[in-house]
């Protein structure tokens, strides 16, 4: 029986009968990704047409929902203007920078904390009751002590993205097997050594679930930041359509946010993806 299998195998015929489901599996992960996106999508779509008929036929007040389509021609008009790029730029470089300063500090004070019993005796407890502080309650200081500028604004976004990453990492750091790290002590593994070549790379899984959680917390704070004191922003918006009761433009600086923080979740995911394509997961299952 081995034999005949190993003829087959050999057989011209059946590799070419073999080779098309071998060749069709790209084209089924991308008819399967194409389904993910449109499953994704109904929902938004079936909301925003439920929407449009019902401001249309008198359901819902318009001065309190207004239909998609006026949303749409309000962001046509500050695409426009030139006004739609000045505030998304602004709120999302302060993220940016607000979630580097953030996250790297996460990182840091994480792996300094998880290797280190001392330091975590040390630091720990006062960071994790600086972490039960509301972020709103940060924001009266900052301005006493940084003024109305953007470093109040950027400190902020950094509290915001520090703990996620940092709680994370840390009990990453503290799930890692035993025994991978007892093994690492056997073959003469040095603690730095130790930590590169099998601390860290165990770690990785929740160091970026801290890092989408860190953004996703980082696109919170700047509404927060913006909406105190700004004069362009997202938040800004938000505030400037209450003040001039204009919900069009609330409901589009929401809606750009939404838009916004999916779209550097889904960059940051990409990232993961592939950083950590190794894992034999229920979540890589259906890409193998």
């Known amino acids: 029986m081995v034999e005949t299998a190993l003829a087959e195998l050999e057989d011209p015929a059946f590799a070419q009968a073999a080779t098309p489901s071998l060749a069709a599996t790209p084209a089924r992960e991308a008819g399967s990704r194409g389904l993910q996106v449109a499953l994704g999508l109904l929902l938004p779509a079936l909301l925003l047409a439920g929407l449009e008929v019902g401001v249309r036929a008198g359901w819902i007040a318009s001065h309190q929902l207004p239909p998609p389509s006026e949303i749409l021609r309000t962001l046509s008009s500050m695409v426009a203007d030139g006004a739609l790029w000045t505030h998304l730029g602004a709120s999302t470089l302060r993220v940016a920078v607000g979630f580097g300063f953030g996250a790297t500090a996460g990182v840091l004070l994480a792996l300094a904390v998880g290797l280190s019993r001392p330091l975590e005796w040390l630091l720990d407890p006062s960071l994790q009751a600086l972490r039960a502080v509301p972020s709103l309650a940060w924001v009266p200081l900052l301005l006493l002590w940084l003024g109305i500028d953007e470093t109040p604004k950027i400190t902020l976004i950094a509290l915001g993205a520090f703990f996620p990453v940092y709680l994370t990492l840390l ?8 025994k991978l790290i007892e093994l690492g002590e056997i073959q003469g593994l040095s603690r730095t050594a130790l930590a590169r070549r099998i601390l860290l790379p165990a770690a990785l899984p ?26 362009k922003g997202l938040g800004y918006l938000l505030s400037d359509g209450r003040e001039t009761s204009r919900p ?22 990409w990232v993961e993806e592939r950083q950590l394509h190794w894992r034999d997961t229920l979540a890589t299952r259906g890409a193998a």
């Not at 009990?171 to 035993?178: A, E, F, M, T």
């Not at 069009?248 to 995911?269: C, N």
């Open 171 to 178: 009990g990453g750091l503290r799930d890692v097997d035993r």
């Open 248 to 269: 069009d433009i609330v409901i589009a600086a929401i809606v750009l946010l939404a838009l916004v923080g999916k779209l550097s979740d889904g960059l940051l995911k």
């Open 206 to 231: 929740a160091l970026f679930t801290g890092l989408r959680g860190g953004l996703g917390l980082a696109w919170m704070f700047v509404v927060a930041a913006e909406l105190i004191a700004a004069t």
